[in-house]
């Protein structure tokens, strides 16, 4: 089994930064890719970056240009620095990895518990 486990939420004022870090953790071979995704009230889960092996990221457009996707690939964590947030990137934030445990002939998807991510006007 692999454990993915958030930290970093919080409230904070809008045009404020914070910093989400993800670490798994467990029964892990190899992870191929780490991402962050949200869910705010009422709406569906999207995803807000992507980072594959090899360092090639993706993001939301809602977001491009004041979120950074980053990982340690020693450690197995993936961290999102988020500047200049707005009252719409309030959600829970969830941290997904695709990962091979030892063994395994295919990843799996694993998902954290989230963390929540309050911006005020």
């Known amino acids: 089994q692999v454990h993915l486990v958030e930290s970093g939420g919080g409230l904070v004022q809008s045009g404020g930064s914070l910093r989400l870090t993800c670490a798994a953790s467990?029964?892990?071979?190899?992870?191929?890719?780490m991402a962050w995704y949200r869910q705010a009230p009422g709406k569906q889960r999207e995803l807000v970056a992507k980072i594959i092996s090899g360092g090639n990221s993706n993001y939301a457009d809602s977001v491009k240009g004041r979120f950074t996707i980053s990982r340690d690939y020693a450690k197995n964590t993936v961290d999102l620095q988020m500047n200049s947030l707005k009252p719409e990137d309030t959600a829970v934030y969830f941290c997904?990895?695709?990962?091979?445990?030892?063994?395994?002939?295919?990843?799996?998807?694993?998902w954290g518990q989230g963390t929540q991510v309050t911006v005020s006007s």
């Open positions: 997904q990895a695709d990962a091979y445990e030892r063994g395994a002939s295919w990843p799996q998807d694993y």
């Open positions: 467990g029964n892990i071979y190899s992870i191929d890719a």
